[in-house]
């Protein structure tokens, strides 16, 4: 059986950058990455991270940033990298620090894992999270696709969210992903559960986890930008969120 185009985008060896003060940890992970085959970049800190996102090579395919860094925090390189930057960012929190994963879904990061974690794990949501954003090349029947609603347009081939003006409108992995699943099921409700099935992220065990709420929020705030825009996804009290916009496709 053939493999898909997404197999085949990850074996490319995409480029990761681990920015990680401690050693120990920092050579733990680019290790478990280059043998699972991609490129690690390693950076000790603020610093060294920009001098790697701004080398000749490029910018990485994906950061893996830690939230604890000595001088700039990992969440205000978060801050300053989403100013000019929509590579995928992956933080590292110490486990049980709900609120670094707040403030990093906040800030735009795309995911997270808690330390300590599982090496397969690690592995698993980096792959996970590349496929989610990293464009795959359409088959020609494919690339129109376009779904529009309350005057908004999402390009599916491009994965480009176009705002009722013509503005082009960034989002994360995680937000598009959002989005596409209300999309597809407009008029219904989606419990927080099966939106972090959509999201590829663990179901959480702590029923009071914000981290969809996060997500919804910033969503929110990008398609219903000020109070006089139509509220186009709704909070169904103790059952989840459902896009009440019609939507067609063409």
């Known amino acids: ?42 950076a000790r800190d603020g610093r060294e991270m920009w001098e790697v996102l701004e080398s000749p090579a490029g910018e990485p395919d994906l950061v893996l940033l830690d939230v604890m860094l000595p001088g700039t925090s990992g969440l205000d390189l978060l801050r300053r990298l989403r100013e000019r930057s929509r590579t995928p960012v992956m933080m590292l929190t110490a486990r049980g620090e709900e609120m670094d ?18 090496p397969r ?11 989610r954003t990293t464009p795959v090349e359409a088959p020609a029947v494919q690339r129109s696709r376009r779904i ?9 081939a491009r994965r480009e969210l176009t705002a009722p003006d013509g503005a082009s409108v960034d989002l994360s992995g995680a937000e ?39 997500q919804v929020s910033r969503l929110r705030r990008k398609i219903e930008p000020d109070e006089a825009s139509p509220a186009l996804i709704k909070t169904v009290r103790g059952a989840g969120y459902v896009l009440v916009a019609e939507v067609s496709r063409g």
Request: charged share 35%; proline share 3%; net charge negative.
């Open 121 to 131: 794990e690690l592995v698993a949501r980096v792959r996970a999270l590349l496929r």
């Open 148 to 156: 529009t609603f309350a005057g908004w347009a999402l390009d599916t």
């Open 1 to 42: 059986m053939s493999e898909g185009p997404e197999r085949r985008l990850l074996d490319r060896e995409a480029h990761v950058l681990v920015v990680e003060d401690d050693g120990e940890m920092r050579n733990l992970v680019t290790r478990l990455l280059r043998e699972a085959g991609f490129r690690a970049s390693a």
């Open 176 to 214: 598009y992903d959002l989005l596409l699943a209300f999309l597809e099921h407009p008029g219904r409700v989606l419990s927080r559960e099966q939106l972090l099935e959509v999201g590829k992220r663990r179901v959480s065990a702590d029923p009071f986890d914000r981290t969809i709420d996060v």
């Open 101 to 118: 994963r707040v403030l990093g879904l906040e800030l735009g990061a795309d995911d997270y894992v808690a330390k300590p974690f599982a």
